[in-house]
């Protein structure tokens, strides 16, 4: 792990006095914690109406697998209440990935991923009508940023859901 060190030492205007003064910075990065990133349905409203889209990155999943984590809950409650508030619309649930690994297991990890948010939608407690809900998978060729570094790929590994 990375540790970066800002030492400043100065001496005060008069050396005579002979102080001096020290600062230390020590800066140790750790990941940021997850959970946060919750649309809520009023911005998913919002983006759809704008846009006919909406990323949504509070689903979350582990690397390489399709599996919801429990701190995607919150993030499914939003949809949920949106799904409610439109009871005739019907929407495409798209997954993305970042360009890590090849094309055809992209493909394969999004549509698998995009399948578990219908499933969850489908299932109690939110028991969403599976009819308006179409799981699809992009893989890699939608990126919203480059795939050059983690910050992009971070981006890059969303579910959509888009307006049908």
């Known amino acids: 792990q990375e540790v970066q060190i800002l030492m400043y030492t100065s001496v005060a205007k008069y050396a005579a006095t002979g102080i001096a003064t020290t600062y230390l910075h020590i800066v140790e990065p750790k990941p940021m914690p997850g959970g946060q990133v919750v649309v809520n349905a009023n911005a998913m409203k919002t983006g759809l109406s704008a846009d006919g889209k909406i990323a949504l990155y509070g689903l979350y999943f582990d690397t390489g697998k399709t599996e919801i984590k429990a701190e995607s809950k919150a993030q499914l409650e939003e949809m949920a209440k949106l799904l409610r508030a439109q009871p005739g619309a019907k929407f495409f649930i798209v997954g993305h990935t970042d360009n890590v690994g090849n094309f055809e297991a992209n493909q394969t990890l999004s549509l698998q991923r995009s399948q578990a948010v219908v499933s969850a939608l489908a299932a109690p407690p939110y028991s969403i009508d599976v009819k308006r809900l179409s799981a699809k998978g992009a893989a890699n060729i ?22 049908r």
Do not use: C, H, T
């Open 142 to 163: 939608m990126p919203v940023s480059s795939n050059s570094d983690e910050a992009g790929r971070a981006l890059n590994r969303r579910v959509e859901l888009v307006a």
